[in-house]
């Protein structure tokens, strides 16, 4: 369950750096942006999105300001700061690699001996 | 569109909110749901319950996002707290060494300040406070025997009494006795050694509850008779003479001709209270003397648990008062006395030194906490428009404060960091003042201690002295300053009173001191002037000990003794010999009862009198009075006449309106002791110390008569430059077994006893006058910079006439009316604080006027002199330099 918990957390830290490698966008911004991309298939409690991007904020990955939002009311946008573009490569490559792992045992043909 | 009101827009501007930041953010998420599901054509029920549907547990989130955001707030605020304090450290730092001068002057007045204090508390903690190395040291008690009619208050237990008070007491979970420390002939092979050895009931270890460095302690059974004689060494004795060989346990020495096992080594630091022995041979209290008049033991105890000082003296005068009722002729009118080991180590004058001197030195901080504060605010003078900008530009008050108060802080820590420097030196120099005549001075060292003594020091006087200039350079009105335009003035009225009473102050506590210098150097000139009865210019004491195995044989003893004499007065240099029992301020003093036999007293209240044994010559020898009748001669001999001499104190107390020469007196017991006659008056002597008021009954007699085997030697000399040679030489040829004597001069013993107040009086001479250097240093750069504030003043008074003079009278003046108050302050604290010197001095009174008047006089004159310089500067002042600066 921990595991599963981290997981998760992984998971939607690594969307929310991808979705803002686009450029500055507050937080609703990003929950649509997830959903669309997805087809809305891993249908993501928004709420976790919040505690993920104050932690990001926290260790630097991104920052934060107010600003206006496209329908003119206070909004808090997110940036990418440099650490977050690299630490985003980074989970991309784990990511990956990971992927790809997992991807070669299920299609894989051979019985284990 | 939107509900929220417009000034919450702009709220942001004014303060950060964490918490409505995240309250805020997730709203706006949830309406943005829900302007998305209407637009979509749910209702507007609908459209909420489903964006919370989607988002979920709303309240979670919101906890977990505030808890993020409260420790983000709070690594912030200590980043900043650190980031400000860096910037106040760099800030000071840069402005100290801008101005060197000030900086330079704080520094060396703390540092002096510090130091003093860091040097003494060293004593103080080595000499006082730093535990002795023993098991629960405060537990450990000394006893005593006291007998109160006859004045006597620390004696010896006899071995009878303190059986009794050990297996009857309820109070000491162990009691052990020892000897008194003796010379005896240590050999290990070579040349005998003179070392102090002392004989102790081996419980005595236990009792202290310290273990062996190297084999093993004394036991009882080392204690049994017969058992194989055996000694334990001090770590000192075992460096020095054995060159720390750690084979020595199981080795065989020779101790007063007799072998001995060494079967252990104490640690360093390890001795018996009491006694300055360091080996230590095993007794056994069960088979001493029955007798309880034979008094020669020292006792300690260790209380037991809980049990105070108080119940323990009420439980054991129930003993000693049982004791006096069973056996009267030796019990009647003794008691109990006891103090605690701390106490006893270090005398009550040392301790007293030691207070007194952390009292001083603490007035020097104060001094230079003072002068610091000066030209601390001096400077926050000078710094006004700096400060009054910094305060416009938005610093808060506590800001600047705070920035001020690092600055002082960080000369503290410089000024402490030399100040131990000085302590160092300091420490190194009391070790010289204080040589062997301090108790535990080895003891004192710079240690972990001492620096965080010296470290709170600091801090807090930074705190003493960098507080008031602080809060008042943030309270100006910065309008004012920034208005001035370039003019930095005073900083008014208040900085001015301020100025001067730090000025009093310096000069009241400097009086204090120099007062204390004053009568403890009275105290001294009174003491060295006393009058000791003899010559003791150029008499020297050599303890000597007839051989082993003569004490059987009285005419061998005294053989001995007349065969040294008759050798030494033949040495060149030595112009007169006498051999007297314990020699002026060399030995322990020794004590008869007697009594008149055409006066017999009740046996409890027999009086008595101290007495020495000499030979013929040795009232020449040290010029001592003969007011009656004759000296001892050589025909007074064993078999012949008993006779003695007494003192003139002795005469006039017990044979007062009498001739007593011819008169008899009976010595030790009533009815059966010695009856000698009385041939002669002789002056009276001081043996022990120059400060006793009263003369003791003094009897004298003949070696011939009544030989002892420990005698001295004394000798008068004119030329003492290969004397020890010589002597060492005339006692091997008496007897090669006995090892080579030490030679003390009188004169030098005398100066010892006064080693508790030379040891005060040096110090304090010194503190005090570095008191004064400060005071004076304080007086003039106030004044001076009275004068540099009034400069504009005083030009335009010259200005329009008025008389130099006048001017020099105002500037004099005003330093002469700050010297009388802190002079008449200064004296009404001297009074209150001189009592705690009365156990130091001698023949003075603690409110001496003399030395008052004095040190008054001094220091007015010394305020005056230091405002002349500036107050001359004043008069020079020219109108023009005046009106044009602006600085």
Same mark, same amino acid.
């Given at each position: 369950m921990a595991t599963d918990l981290e997981f998760k957390r992984g998971a939607i830290e690594l969307l929310v750096l991808k979705t803002l490698s686009w450029g500055p966008m507050h937080g609703y911004a990003i929950a649509r942006w997830i959903q669309d991309t997805t087809d809305d298939a891993l249908r993501v409690e928004e709420g976790s999105l919040y505690p993920a991007l104050h932690r990001l904020e926290d260790k630097g990955a991104i920052e934060a300001s107010w600003g206006l939002s496209e329908n003119n009311r206070q909004a808090k946008f997110y940036t990418l700061t440099p650490r977050g573009r690299q630490a985003l490569r980074a989970e991309i490559d784990d990511w990956t690699r990971y992927a790809a792992a997992i991807a070669k045992v299920i299609s894989a043909t051979r019985q284990p001996a | /569109?939107?509900?929220?009101?417009?000034?919450?827009?702009?709220?942001?501007?004014?303060?950060?909110? #964490?918490?409505?930041?995240?309250?805020?953010?997730?709203?706006?998420?949830?309406? !943005?749901?829900?302007?998305?599901?209407?637009?979509?054509?749910?209702?507007? =029920?609908?459209?909420?319950?489903?964006?919370?549907?989607?988002?979920?547990?709303?309240?979670?989130?919101?906890?977990?996002?505030?808890?993020?955001?409260?420790?983000?707030?709070?690594?912030?605020?200590?980043?900043?707290?650190?980031?400000?304090?860096? @910037?106040?450290?760099?800030?000071?730092?840069?402005?100290?060494?801008?101005?060197?001068?000030?900086?330079?002057?704080? %520094?060396?007045? !703390?540092?002096? $300040? %510090?130091?003093?204090n860091a040097a003494v508390f060293s004593v103080a903690y080595g000499v006082l406070l730093r535990p002795?190395?023993?098991?629960? #040291?405060?537990?450990?008690?000394?006893?005593?025997?006291?007998?109160?009619?006859?004045?006597?208050?620390?004696?010896?237990?006899?071995?009878?009494?303190?059986? &009794?008070?050990r297996s009857q007491n309820r109070v000491f979970?162990? /009691?052990?006795?020892?000897?008194?420390?003796?010379?005896?002939?240590?050999?290990?092979? +070579? &040349?005998?050694?003179?070392? @102090?050895? *002392?004989?102790?009931?081996?419980?005595?270890?236990?009792?202290?509850?310290? &273990?062996?460095?190297?084999?093993?302690?004394?036991t009882g059974d080392d204690a049994r008779p017969g058992a194989p004689e055996t000694a334990v060494l001090g770590y000192y004795l075992w460096q020095t003479r054995f060159g720390s060989d750690s084979a020595i346990v199981g080795r065989q020495v020779s101790l007063d001709g007799a072998t001995v096992t060494i079967v252990g080594v104490m640690p360093p630091r390890f001795t018996i209270p009491g006694t300055s022995a360091l080996v230590w041979q095993p007794m056994s209290i069960d088979t001493a003397p029955a007798d309880h008049a034979n008094r020669y033991l020292r006792v300690l105890g260790r209380l037991a648990p809980g049990v105070t000082l108080e119940r323990a003296r009420a439980d054991l005068e129930v003993i000693t008062a049982r004791l006096a009722r069973e056996h009267p002729a030796s019990n009647e009118g003794w008691t109990i006395n006891m103090l605690m080991v701390s106490e006893s180590i270090v005398g009550t004058q040392f301790r007293r030194a030691v207070l007194v001197l952390v009292g001083v030195v603490a007035f020097v901080l104060l001094i230079a906490c003072a002068n610091a504060a000066n030209l601390q605010l001096a400077r926050a003078t000078a710094r006004r428009r700096e400060m009054a900008l910094r305060a416009a530009l938005g610093a808060s008050r506590g800001r600047i404060v705070t920035q001020l108060l690092t600055e002082s802080a960080l000369l503290s820590m410089i000024a402490g960091a030399v100040g131990v420097g000085l302590a160092y030196g300091g420490i190194i120099l009391l070790r010289k003042v204080g040589d062997t005549t301090v108790p535990r001075l080895d003891d004192v060292q710079l240690d972990a201690p001492v620096l965080l003594f010296s470290i709170v020091v600091a801090l807090g006087c930074s705190l003493l002295f960098g507080l008031v200039p602080a809060l008042q350079a943030s309270r100006a009105d910065v309008g004012e300053i920034l208005k001035e335009g370039g003019r930095s003035g005073d900083t008014g009225r208040g900085g001015r009173r301020i100025r001067s009473a730090l000025v009093v102050a310096e000069i009241a506590l400097s009086l204090m001191l120099l007062v204390g210098a004053g009568l403890l150097l009275r105290s001294f000139a009174r003491l060295q002037a006393v009058d000791v009865g003899f010559d003791p210019r150029g008499a020297m004491v050599v303890p000597l000990q007839a051989p082993e195995g003569s004490s059987k044989e009285p005419e061998q003893m005294a053989g001995f003794y007349n065969d040294v004499l008759a050798r030494a007065r033949a040495l060149p240099g030595v112009a007169d010999a006498a051999v007297v029992s314990s020699a002026p301020f060399a030995g322990p003093n020794t004590g008869l009862s007697f009594v008149r036999p055409d006066r017999p007293v009740d046996p409890g209240l027999l009086p008595d009198a101290d007495f020495r044994v000499i030979t013929p010559g040795y009232l020449r020898s040290l010029r001592i009075?003969?007011?009656?009748?004759?000296?001892?001669?050589?025909?007074?001999?064993?078999?012949?006449?008993?006779?003695?001499?007494?003192?003139?104190? /002795?005469?006039?107390?017990?044979?007062?309106?009498?001739? #007593?020469?011819?008169?008899?007196?009976?010595?030790?017991? *009533?009815?059966?002791?010695?009856?000698?006659?009385?041939? $002669?008056?002789?002056?009276?002597?001081?043996?022990?110390?120059?400060?006793?008021?009263? /003369?003791? #009954? !003094?009897?004298?007699?003949?070696?011939? @008569? *009544?030989?002892?085997?420990?005698?001295?030697?004394?000798?008068? =000399?004119?030329? =003492?430059?290969?004397?020890?040679?010589?002597?060492? +030489?005339?006692?091997?040829?008496?007897?090669?077994?006995?090892?080579?004597?030490?030679?003390?001069? %009188?004169?030098?013993?005398?100066?010892?006893?006064?080693?508790?107040?030379?040891?005060?009086?040096?110090?304090?001479?010194?503190?005090?006058g570095t008191a004064l250097v400060l005071a004076v240093v304080g007086i003039y750069s106030v004044m001076a910079y009275a004068v540099r504030q009034q400069t504009r003043e005083l030009g335009i008074r010259v200005a329009l006439g008025a008389p130099r003079r006048s001017l020099l009278a105002g500037v004099v003046g005003r330093a002469a009316r700050l010297a009388a108050m802190g002079v008449v302050l200064g004296a009404l604290g001297a009074i209150m604080l001189t009592d705690s010197l009365s156990g130091l001095l001698f023949g003075v009174e603690p409110t001496d006027p003399r030395t008052f008047v004095g040190v008054a006089l001094l220091l007015a004159t010394v305020a005056v002199a230091a405002s002349l310089f500036p107050a001359w500067s004043a008069m020079r002042a020219d109108p023009m330099v005046a009106l044009h600066r602006s600085d």
């Open positions: - | /569109m939107s509900d929220e009101p417009l000034w919450r827009r702009y709220r942001r501007f004014l303060r950060p909110d #964490p918490r409505r930041d995240v309250d805020d953010e997730i709203a706006f998420h949830l309406q !943005m749901r829900i302007d998305e599901y209407e637009r979509s054509g749910h209702s507007s =029920t609908d459209a909420r319950e489903e964006a919370m549907r989607r988002f979920g547990n709303v309240n979670a989130v919101l906890d977990e996002c505030h808890d993020i955001g409260r420790h983000r707030a709070e690594r912030g605020r200590r980043r900043w707290r650190w980031q400000s304090f860096g @910037q106040d450290v760099r800030v000071g730092l840069r402005g100290l060494a801008s101005n060197r001068g000030f900086a330079l002057g704080v %520094i060396l007045t !703390m540092a002096i $300040g %510090i130091g003093a002795l190395p023993y098991r629960d #040291p405060d537990a450990l008690v000394r006893l005593w025997t006291r007998n109160v009619p006859r004045a006597v208050e620390f004696f010896s237990v006899s071995p009878a009494d303190f059986r &009794e008070w979970s162990a /009691m052990a006795a020892y000897d008194r420390q003796r010379d005896v002939a240590l050999r290990r092979g +070579g &040349e005998p050694e003179v070392v @102090q050895a *002392a004989r102790v009931s081996p419980d005595i270890f236990s009792l202290l509850g310290t &273990e062996a460095l190297l084999g093993r302690r004394l009075p003969l007011h009656q009748g004759r000296d001892f001669s050589a025909s007074d001999r064993a078999g012949s006449p008993q006779v003695a001499l007494i003192s003139h104190a /002795m005469a006039r107390r017990y044979w007062p309106n009498e001739n #007593p020469i011819g008169s008899s007196v009976r010595t030790g017991d *009533a009815a059966k002791g010695t009856v000698y006659t009385i041939v $002669g008056v002789v002056g009276d002597v001081r043996y022990q110390s120059l400060d006793t008021p009263e /003369m003791r #009954p !003094m009897l004298y007699l003949t070696a011939d @008569q *009544a030989p002892r085997r420990t005698m001295s030697l004394l000798l008068r =000399t004119t030329n =003492t430059s290969s004397l020890a040679v010589a002597l060492r +030489g005339v006692v091997s040829a008496v007897d090669p077994s006995l090892p080579p004597p030490s030679m003390f001069e %009188i004169e030098q013993l005398i100066r010892g006893t006064m080693a508790a107040r030379r040891f005060a009086l040096v110090l304090l001479a010194i503190f005090a």
